[in-house]
């Protein structure tokens, strides 16, 4: 099994990050791609933040980080967007964000 960080542009801290939510290698993350990734780390209390989700996809791909240009960065602005809406609610407190991602509490309508 291979390490997270060994792919180009995800470093020991986000290794690290993904580890906690139960993503331990590279092969599990290939395989359960940047979106499903990126909405775990959220539901644990991760805070969503635009370029984190980019070089994701970027580092999946083998590109460099800064590769993600024009309308696929548009693109990807649209899905983290719908991402963030999906799995993450700033107005909630920590203990309802933690009910929530047990199953106690009912997403907001």
């Given at each position: 099994m291979t390490a997270i960080s060994s792919i180009r542009n995800l470093g020991p801290s986000f290794e690290e990050a993904?580890?906690?939510v139960g993503i331990d290698t590279?092969?599990?993350?290939?395989?359960?791609?940047?979106d499903a990734a990126y909405r775990k780390l959220?539901?644990?209390?991760?805070?969503?933040?635009?370029?984190?989700?980019?070089?994701?996809?970027?580092?999946?791909?083998?590109?460099?980080w800064n590769d993600c240009k024009g309308e696929e960065k548009k693109?990807?602005?649209?899905?983290?967007?719908?991402?963030?809406?999906?799995a993450f609610d700033a107005d909630r407190s920590e203990l309802e964000q933690f009910l929530d991602r047990i199953g106690v509490v009912r997403p907001k309508s």
């Open positions: 993904l580890n906690k590279a092969e599990d993350l290939r395989k359960i791609g940047a959220l539901l644990a209390g991760g805070r969503p933040h635009f370029i984190g989700y980019y070089v994701l996809h970027m580092a999946l791909q083998g590109r460099p693109q990807l602005r649209k899905q983290f967007d719908a991402l963030k809406a999906q």
